[in-house]
């Protein structure tokens, strides 16, 4: 679950709180950045790891919504002989969780966010933490408008030292009383939630979020849901459309025949009816779109390739042999991003086994391009390189 879908849910929620994963070190299950959202009512959404932590991230809900206090939390799960945390712990490395009570300021920026990813637009979140991480700011701006363009975090700003000028076009402050921070590490046998107060880090004038050395300055860039859009509605596609969505796309699946493209076939997914030419004004594909061409109707595709000629997108799958799309391409000029045999080669056989690999491609595409959009930023480069290229399923 992506952060468009945890600020949707935000906004139903009216008390819940927001873990993210501010440092990540070692092996671990998700990136440094994920975040889920945990309710009063104990609904969990998202994962930060395969469920070791989040149990015990629940049980501090009530705590952080009762004092309105953020706090930091450290699992270290390094040490490979360390049972306290049960059998399921298996996912190693060090990470430290920062829980923030969704309200007030906070509540009404991830409203905004949902308003971007609602728009289409890439979003960038800055946390700018001041007096020892007891005050922090909140920043919202428009991914292509932010000094830095980096879906993780950047490097962190050296203690001490001006975080310089904020210009942007949202800036919320909430202040927060002096924290008490709470460290639990692994090898705590006894570590509960209930765990919490002064630790002896602190007496040391540091708090544990200094001591962990986590950055002063945290952003993170966050991208719409982007598309898929799967021309044809038979029966294969029904499984390529359920993963599609499972693996964080949103789904419009177009056919001409009505018949095919209904709600009851495709729950949850967008549904545009017409041929190629009648349904091209109504998708306006844009850059960050995935296309998948499976209707398996020769002169139908061959129009819809026709109208692609310049038009930008992300991804173009073909389903069918080398030869059959040969003949599609015949006298078209070069297609961008294309990849047929739609789908990574894993030796796949049936419509499920298919969707599967079509779905892994459409994932491993999705996370080259945003990296490569990442390292283009830094290098001050507008726009990323092609995607990952893959031959047969």
């Known amino acids: 679950m992506e952060m468009h879908d945890l600020c949707a849910i ?23 950045g994920v975040s889920m959202l945990l309710t009063e009512d104990g609904a969990m959404y998202g994962s930060i790891s395969p469920g070791c932590l989040e ?36 996912c190693g490395g060090l990470i430290i969780v920062l829980l923030e009570p969704v309200c007030g300021e906070l509540w009404s920026i991830l409203s905004r ?17 001041y007096d020892q991480y007891t ?30 000028p904020i210009n942007t076009m949202i800036i919320e402050e909430t202040p927060i009383p002096r924290l008490s921070l709470v460290v639990i590490h692994s090898s705590e046998a006894d570590a509960t939630a209930s765990n919490s107060g002064e630790s002896n880090l602190q007496k040391d004038g540091l708090t544990e979020a200094e001591r962990w050395d986590v ?15 799967i021309i044809g509605a038979g029966n294969d596609v029904i499984p390529v459309a359920l993963l599609g969505k499972s693996a964080g796309f949103h789904v419009v699946v177009a056919d001409w025949r009505e018949t095919l493209c209904t709600a009851e076939r495709f729950p949850g997914v967008e549904l545009i009816h ?22 398996h109707q020769f002169p139908r595709e061959r129009e819809f390739l026709e109208l692609l000629e310049d038009r930008n997108y992300a991804y173009l799958g073909i389903m069918g042999s080398r030869t059959r799309t040969a003949r599609l391409l015949n006298d078209l000029p ?40 990442c390292r283009n930023a830094q290098r001050g480069i507008a726009h990323a390189t092609d995607g990952h290229r893959a031959s047969g399923r």
């Open 113 to 129: 966010m949902h308003t971007y990813f609602q728009s289409g637009s890439a979003v960038e979140l800055t946390r700018s933490f």
């Open 55 to 90: 149990s015990d991230l629940q049980a501090r809900v009530d705590r952080v919504l009762s004092t309105q206090q953020l706090e930091f939390v450290e699992y270290d799960m390094r040490p490979e002989d360390d049972l306290s945390w049960g059998e399921t712990i298996g």
């Open 334 to 373: 070069p297609l961008k991003h294309l990849h047929s045999p739609v789908g990574l080669t894993i030796g796949a056989d049936g419509p499920e086994e298919i969707a599967i690999s079509i779905a892994a491609e459409l994932i491993s595409c999705k996370r080259t391009v945003v990296a490569a959009e």
């Open 135 to 164: 005050r922090i700011h909140y920043v919202i701006q428009p991914a292509e408008d932010a000094e830095s363009k980096t879906s993780l975090y950047p490097s962190p700003v050296a203690k001490g030292a001006s975080l310089g």
């Open 274 to 295: 017409g041929f190629p030419r009648e349904i091209m004004h109504v998708l306006d594909i844009q850059s960050g779109d995935y296309i998948v061409l499976m209707s």
């Open 215 to 229: 950055p002063l300055q945290i952003s993170a860039r966050y991208e719409p849901k982007p598309r898929l859009i």
């Open 10 to 32: 935000a906004a139903g929620e009216p008390r819940c709180v927001l873990a993210t994963a501010v440092k990540v070190e070692g092996h671990a299950y998700r990136k440094q």
